[in-house]
């Protein structure tokens, strides 16, 4: 009685266990893709995270580098922009002038484009009005002129010794005219031709009308 | 049985020991978490934090063509820590100190003596100096040498670019502070305000990402722009020097000012300074004597004064009078001619062609004291110019009850009356611009960093005398140039000129010395004024007359003029006789 009400009740046991097993076994394949899946994700987000961080530093190491090629340019800027204010200051464009032979004439006459006809009186310049530049502040400041005047002033100054250079190997001509004639083609010559290119740009500087 | 106890024996060993372990850690972290929290926070902020200043550049300050007068620009301190000075090796090969010093001292042309013995002089000191404000290329130079000892640290100077031109005016900067002219008046408009900023480093000096934060936003300083013609003004600075020197006076001022809105195009002080290097220049010689010395002006003054009395009705260009050899103001005080001592039949054009200051008080005594205290007011004479300069001189018209007998008279030809040579431009401006006044304008306005432009606010023009009166004036000035003494100096082939000399003496404790101030003053081309030219040189030696001043006014004048292109008079001048 015992075991046969034992028995059944064991067999509802089983019974009830059995299907337990079976819906156990029969869940624990999606589960593992669950956890396979989940995994998977957190590495992989953890790995893009890793990669975005790489790529971000990678991007600070390109920013560092980039800045301090700003700043590198910024500073070449700033040189040529303080070589142009040395040389368009206009006691440096005063001795340039002086020392190619240029002398200041503060008579000039105009050419009325309407008609053609000259108003104002031309009259040479004088030739004592050589382009000295005077000291202004009663000898009290330390005059060194930048560099880049210095190499310009050498440029012109040898291009000025070419010439004469030129010149003077010349034969000495007989009639004064042709000699001026000849100096003044082989000046111009030279200077088109001989002339080293000037540092701070090459063309011929050129009035700047106001 | 037994199997059992031993494997719980053995959980409970392990779960003791994970508890322990839990429990030192949970003490550990609340230690650090909780208890040392904020200092280890701290801690670990500096180690990692480093904080950095963002430079912000003080504004330039410009011409009115945009050259840069005074700007900011990097250089470099270099420095060394004498402790760490020693040989090093390049490319396997061994340089020594002195080596190295030869090398520093090749690229920035300093003594290499005098770098070893910054260095030698206390080896334990942490820093010396080794050259002070390199510039940028010479900074590369010295990188390119790879010194591992030397130090190089960015600081902003500023610079002048064109040196002693318009050192008047810019003014200069101290070590702190700016301490003169435009860089202090505007220094609201200039100022830079340096920015911080902190952010995290990596061992190896790279900063990381996301963290840099910024504490303060850096300010640039805005921009100055001036009226002034750099180019014009460093030739008229030449031009004082040139004949400054040669009459041995003490200092020259000169003006130019565009007739129809009052710039400024020119304002010179001779002699001047650097403002890149002024520490041996004397202190008087620092300012913009221009604006802020007053002088008694002298016959200058006497256009002025004619202006006044045509412009009230007591007067007109061929008004007769008998200008007399002593003007007797009251017994025993007589006003005398600077040359002539007869009566002379004059017109009032021949009183300002002659200068004569007999025939001008005759002319003046026309005139209520009160009446000519209010136009010379109305002239802008005793107060500032519209430049409105730091430390600008009002100069000094005397009120009506202290105008003695004398001085009614003698301000007439510019003695009992002191003005600076802005105001004297200022009144000339005036006269050539049919008698409206334009406020003189020095400071164009202000480039703020942003890029807005704030301009200067304008002066309100004032008609002081009729433009009637102001043309016959001129008119006047013209016969001065035309039939004077200077003619041979002052014309200026084909153009039409009024100009008027001026010779006034100065006064020192003992009444009127012998010291002098020469002046000319006037504007071309005549038939319509575009532009005044102002000249005065303090104290001539060589020659006391104002016919010394007549060459730099008339260099001046002609280079005005070419250098603006004005077109040469065509209208042939019709000017009033000067005797009768």
Known sequence: ?210 | MSHQRVSRRRMGIALLVVFLMAGLLVTRLVDVQVVRAAELKEQSADIRTTSEVIWAARGSIVDSFGNDLATDVDRYDVSADPRKVGDFRRDGEVITVPAAMAEIALITDANPDELLYAVNRDREAHFTFLVKSVSPEDRQALRDLRNPWLQMDLVRERTYPFGAVTANLTGMLGTDEPLAGVERKYDPCLRAINGTATYQKGADGIRLPGTTQLVEQPIHGGDVRLTIDSDLQWYVLQTLAEHGSNLGAQYGSAMVVRVDDGHVLAAVDWPTFDPNDFSNAPVEFLGARSLSSPYEPGSIMKSVGIAMLIDGGYTYSEDRIVAPGFYEVYPGQYIKNFLVADNRQLTTAGVLQTSSNTGISVLADRMPKAEATRYLHDFGFGEITGIDFLGESSGQVLPVDRVDALTRYNQFFGQGISVTAAQMASSYQTLANDGVRVPLRLVDGCMTSEGDYVPEPVGEPVQVVSASAAQQTVRMMETVVTQGALRNTLEIPGYRVAAKTGTAEIANSEGYGGDRVISLAGMAPAEDPEYVVLVSFYKPQTSRVSSAAAPAFHEILSHVLKHYRVAPSSEPAVLPPLTW
Not at chain 1, 68 to 92: F, H, K, M, N, Y
Not at chain 1, 99 to 120: E, K, L, T
């Open chain 1, 1 to 210: 009685m015992t075991a046969l009400a034992q028995s059944p009740a064991g067999a509802q046991k089983a019974r009830a266990v059995t299907p337990t097993r079976q819906k156990t076994k029969a869940n624990a394949v999606p589960k593992l893709r669950y956890i396979v899946v989940l995994l998977a994700g957190i590495f992989g987000i953890l790995g893009g995270q890793l990669l975005l961080s790489i790529a971000v530093s990678g991007g600070a190491y390109e920013i560092a580098s980039l800045k301090s090629d700003l700043r590198g340019s910024q500073q070449e800027q700033q040189i040529v922009g303080e070589e142009i204010s040395a040389l368009v200051a206009p006691d440096t464009l005063a001795t340039l002038a002086g020392s190619m032979g240029m002398v200041p004439d503060n008579n000039p006459a105009y050419i009325r484009v309407s008609d053609g006809a000259i108003v104002g009186e031309a009259l040479p310049a004088e030739a004592s009005a050589n382009g000295q530049v005077f000291a202004v502040t009663a000898g009290t400041e330390s005059l060194v002129p930048p560099r880049i005047v210095e190499d310009v002033f050498l440029t012109i100054s040898t291009a000025a010794a070419l010439e004469a250079d030129v010149v003077d190997a010349l034969a000495p001509p007989s009639d004064e005219a042709e000699f001026a004639e000849t100096t003044m083609s082989v000046v111009s010559t030279v200077s088109v031709s001989e002339t080293p290119a000037p540092r701070f740009g090459g063309s011929i500087p050129s009035p700047v009308t106001r």
